[in-house]
């Protein structure tokens, strides 16, 4: 039996504001609004996955720090989890997202988000220092 396999979304801070990252796909999410991330390959740590798939959609150097939130089970046996994540080099690009957005916390709360990341609307306003 294999584990359950994990989907990293990192919450990436600056300046009391939150980067979300709006989907192009599938077409029920296109639209909506998101922690960037993405899954978790084989043999790699959760901490590279948000290293690796920040560096490929938004074109950014980051650090993985610690988990936010609940788990979120999502189908086929995939867990949603976030972490967490430190710019460290590089300015963030839609590469792959339709548009990207820094948010206050009074924002956050308006948004359009995917419904997979809601639940962790009280966890990221507090770290905004609202
Ligand atoms: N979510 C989600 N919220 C969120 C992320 C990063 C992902 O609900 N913040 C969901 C969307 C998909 C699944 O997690 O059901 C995989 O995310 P996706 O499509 O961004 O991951 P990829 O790009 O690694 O997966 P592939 O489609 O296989 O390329």
Redesign the pocket.
């Known amino acids: 039996m294999t584990g359950e396999r994990e ?3 990192a919450a990436l801070i600056r300046d009391g504001r939150l980067l979300l990252a709006q ?1 192009t ?1 599938p077409p029920e ?1 296109a639209g909506l609004w ?6 978790v390959e084989p043999g790699e740590t959760p901490a590279a996955a948000v290293r690796r ?1 920040l560096r490929e959609e938004l074109g950014v150097e980051v650090t993985a720090g610690e988990r936010i939130g609940a788990d ?1 089970p ?2 086929d046996g ?1 867990v ?1 989890r ?1 972490y967490r994540a430190e710019l460290v080099d590089g300015t963030p690009q839609a590469l792959e997202h339709a548009a990207l957005r820094w948010v206050d916390a009074r924002e956050l709360g308006e948004i359009a988000l ?4 809601r639940g962790w609307v009280p966890e990221l306003v507090a770290l905004l220092g609202a």
């Open positions: 989907v990293v979304a989907r796909r999410l998101e922690l960037p991330g993405g899954k798939e979120v999502l189908h995939l949603l976030a995917v419904d997979n990341d």
